[in-house]
């Protein structure tokens, strides 16, 4: 595990979106899996600025993501396939039969069959990109998870509901459970960054990092990694 400590957002994303570009000039047909949440937006920016300068082709790159809400559909303004369109996808040029996404609407035990032959497909994945819950959760491994899993569908806790309510006008209209990718399926992945700024995260790297390898705390998976990069600002880092 390596853990890169920088000093605020704008130095983790600059961090963040260096390493992935590297990635795709070294192989631009990587196959590399996005996290939604506030977290990535700044190492989104970068991309998009690096691919605007022509820094980058992202032209064969295939994407990956790694959950989605149940009951929103691709159009809903909180979707997660929404976001990363709006966040990245639409303003760089990614060829969009390139994108993946689990789905959260239909029959969802088939759509979880369907996200595990793609990632099978594409097994493994070269590189994955994490944001972490203030619960410890990754992707949306809640904690009490069970680290063997593939795609499936989740219970969203409380904690979660609550701090996603603030993307939606009213908390009762945030979705109560999501498809998502499970820890095995996140592991395989070649190599994983994970990404952590302010102090609302500063217990969970704690814990992910210097705590026991335990379902309590989801991210503490990726102490068995060997390809995992912490990329993380004072704050996240305060309790270290
Ligand atoms: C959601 C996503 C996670 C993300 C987390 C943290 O729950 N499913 O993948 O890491 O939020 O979000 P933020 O970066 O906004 O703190």
Known sequence: ????????????????????????????????????????IGMYKNLILASNNNQVDFSKM???NLDEYIGLAPEHSQSYQNFMHKQLFDQINVNSQNIHFPSGVGDITQNIENYNQVLENY???DFTILGIGTNGHIAFNEPGCDFESQTQ??????????SNARFFDDINDVPKQAISMGIK???????????????????????????????????????VHGNVTFIIDEEAASLL
């Open 1 to 40: 595990m390596q853990i890169i400590k920088v000093k605020n957002y704008q130095e983790m994303s600059d961090k963040a979106a260096k390493l992935l570009i590297e990635q795709v000039s070294l192989k631009p047909t990587s196959t590399v899996c996005f996290a939604t949440g506030s977290t990535p």
């Open 62 to 64: 295939l994407t990956f």
């Open 123 to 125: 097994s493994p994945l």
């Open 153 to 162: 569908l989740i219970d969203l806790t409380n904690e979660t509901i609550q």
């Open 185 to 223: 399926s996140i592991l395989n992945a070649k190599q994983i960054i994970l990404l952590a700024s302010g102090k609302a995260k500063a217990q969970a790297i704690y814990d992910a990092i210097k705590g026991p390898y335990t379902t309590k705390c989801p991210a503490s998976a990726l102490q």
